[in-house]
């Protein structure tokens, strides 16, 4: 699916076998600053499996409100604002084969979270997509999706996996909580409008009577906006990513996200990312 005959957004399918990418955002709000540097690498491929090993490194600072939080938290003394590093380990796994006469693909992941200097929890995804439509410019597919030990309050949703290609230069994409409309004007530049959906968190000890001894806040996020992607040198690419956020979700949890104990308000505000890349 990611063999188009403009190479520019291969990585962004993650269907290669190296994959480095650092990335910075900033917006003017209660958390900002946030980076991120992710590494994956497939180290065995046949004709059905891939097997690919991940890590990730995030920092980001935040500056919560005492009048933000219920009546009775204070986010200084419960170490909710500084810079917050956490990041992950893992390994995914891929599973590709033809299930009544059409082409089907399962996905699974599993990894470690650490954060606030200790290990925190074991968390995963499980997917499979049931191929519906395949050919040179259409690929379409639908499939179930779990989450495991997640944050999310619904487990297990449908996904779908959509993109065509109208010509060389126009396609629309819908895959991975992102959707785009992409103009690619030469084979080196990529521009995308449409959305993606961000998560972002931490995890803290509180050290508050009314909360577990280990807590984590989760911010998801919608953001709407336009994306310029270049290629710089062979299989290195520079990105540069603008719009506003609009909160999903802003919440604090216990580790494993089955109880969640309050809300935080995020206002809508503007983002600008900038991100550089290696795919081969």
């Not at 599993?110 to 439509?133: E, K, N, P």
Request: one cysteine or more.
């Amino acid at each position: 699916m990611a063999q188009v005959s403009q190479d520019v957004p291969a990585d962004s399918y993650g269907m290669v076998k190296t994959n480095m990418k650092v990335s910075y955002d900033y917006t003017n709000g209660s958390v900002s600053d946030h980076f991120n540097a992710r590494v994956s690498y497939e180290f065995f491929k046949n004709r059905r499996f891939t097997l690919t090993a991940n890590t990730n490194y995030n920092s980001l600072y935040t500056d919560f409100s005492a009048d933000a939080l219920p009546s009775g938290y204070d986010p200084r003394q419960m170490e909710m604002n500084k810079t917050h590093i956490y990041g992950q380990l893992g390994l995914s796994c891929s599973f590709r084969s033809r299930l009544f006469g059409r082409h089907f693909m399962a996905f699974g992941m599993m990894s470690t979270d650490w954060g606030d200097r200790r290990f925190q929890r074991v968390s995963g995804i499980a997917m499979g997509v049931f191929m519906l439509r395949v050919n040179r410019n259409t690929q379409f597919g639908i499939g179930p999706l779990v989450l495991l030990n997640s944050t999310s309050k619904v487990p297990a949703f449908l996904v779908f996996i959509y993109r065509h290609r109208f010509n060389n230069r126009w396609a629309v994409n819908l895959y991975g909580g992102m959707f785009g409309l992409d103009y690619t004007p030469t084979t080196s530049d990529l521009i995308t409008i449409g959305g993606d959906i961000d998560v972002r968190s931490f995890y803290f000890c509180p050290g508050h009577p009314e909360l577990p001894e280990r807590c984590r806040y989760t911010n998801t996020n919608f953001r709407p906006g336009i994306k310029y992607k270049r290629r710089l040198a062979t299989n290195f690419y520079g990105e540069v990513q603008g719009g506003v956020i609009l909160k999903m979700s802003s919440r604090v949890t216990g580790i494993s996200g089955t109880k969640r104990y309050f809300d935080l308000p995020m206002p809508t505000r503007p983002f600008i990312q900038f991100t550089l890349s290696y795919a081969r």
